[in-house]
């Protein structure tokens, strides 16, 4: 499974992001904390990541730090 992501911030909408990590653009859904940090600082951003694996979908949740990834 996916554990962390590095990249650039495409785009940031309600509830989530999108990574650009070498091309490759993840669907990534993140806390209004875990948004602010990556909109605050400019350039590569490192996400943890949980990956959510359901019959109809797999879901990317992205975490600031561990602490937050841990609450979840």
């Avoid at 669907?27 to 602010?36: G, I, P």
């Avoid at 940090?37 to 996400?47: D, N, S, Y």
């Amino acid at each position: 499974m996916i554990g962390a992501l590095r990249g650039l911030v495409e785009s940031v909408h309600e509830g989530g992001c999108v990574l650009d990590v070498n091309g490759v653009g993840y669907l990534v859904a993140c806390s209004r904390r875990t948004l602010d940090r990556l909109t605050a600082t400019e350039g590569v951003q490192k996400l943890l990541v949980e990956t959510r694996v359901s019959q109809d979908a797999i879901t990317l949740f992205g975490f600031a730090d561990a602490a937050e990834r841990e609450a979840f």
